[in-house]
């Protein structure tokens, strides 16, 4: 079931977003070689408290962090470590938060100190990619508009989807209906209408599409090692076109 939000939900949705991009944001700019991703945890769950809103991730379906931090060949929902981080890393950093009833969430690949030009290059057609899903995030068109947008973006270049894990529904609860792919055909599944609130958040993988999950029952990486980007914007469909919630 598909909830649709009045102008007035998506205004209370803006503030949910605003604080979870804010304060990941602020996490981004602080990644740099030495800091270790629990150091990052820490920070968010911090500036969480300081404005009164509760961290979306902790203790959903008994994930243990309020931040997830996925380095490298980690795809997503990597837990925070004591390890440092070091020069030549990236960093995908996914954050949600939950106030006045609503949630928020977002996501941003970064890089730790100086990366290569493949790993820069990986990190701008997720980005890219994203933006073109939301592009198409319009009534009327489909919701395999905007997965065949993210596809075709990040395949011309060679990279591939993850098809394990998609995008989302958002509102009152952090998954809803419908689950967003970022795969699929144009002009196929359901109608996109003003109201609906939808997570989109390419997952995209350097080489092969297939990913493991780690014993932890969390971490996501991918089959042969090679690298992964993450973005996430959480968008409200509008009869003026897509707003994206998440940003400052
Ligand atoms: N942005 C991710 C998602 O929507 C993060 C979820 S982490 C979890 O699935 F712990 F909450 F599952
Ligand atoms: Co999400």
């Known amino acids: 079931m598909i909830v649709l939000k009045s102008p007035q939900e998506i205004d209370r949705m803006r503030t949910a977003c605003r604080i979870a991009y804010e304060i990941l944001l602020h996490i981004s700019e602080l990644v740099q070689p030495g800091v270790t991703t629990f150091d990052l945890e820490q920070i968010a769950s911090a500036e969480a408290a300081k404005r009164k809103a509760k961290c979306a991730f902790k203790g959903y379906h008994?994930?243990?962090?309020?931040?997830?931090?996925?380095?490298?060949?980690?795809?997503?929902?990597?837990?925070?470590?004591?390890?440092p981080l070091k020069?030549?890393?990236?960093?995908?950093?996914d954050f949600g938060v939950y106030i006045d009833e609503f949630y928020g969430d977002s996501a941003v690949t970064v890089p730790v100190g100086k990366i290569s030009t493949a790993a820069q290059a990986l990190i701008a057609a997720t980005e890219h990619s994203l933006y073109a899903g939301i592009e198409n995030a319009v009534p009327g068109n489909r919701l395999g508009d905007v997965s065949h947008a993210v596809q075709q973006y990040v395949e011309k270049l060679?990279?591939?989807?993850?098809?394990d894990f998609v995008g989302h529904g958002i509102g009152r609860n952090l998954h809803e209906d419908p689950q967003v792919p970022n795969f699929g055909q144009p002009g196929k599944g359901l109608k996109l209408k003003a109201g609906m609130v939808l997570a989109i958040e390419p997952m995209i993988n350097e080489k092969s599409?297939?990913?493991?999950?780690?014993?932890?029952q969390w971490t996501v990486i991918t089959s042969d090692g090679g690298l992964s980007a993450h973005f996430e914007h959480t968008v409200a469909i509008t009869d003026k076109g897509p707003e994206i919630l998440t940003r400052i």
């Open 62 to 83: 008994n994930y243990p962090s309020s931040l997830c931090c996925s380095p490298n060949n980690q795809v997503v929902h990597g837990l925070p470590t004591k390890n």
């Open 87 to 93: 020069s030549g890393d990236i960093l995908s950093l």
């Open 158 to 163: 060679g990279y591939s989807v993850v098809r």
């Open 209 to 216: 599409h297939d990913v493991i999950v780690l014993d932890d």
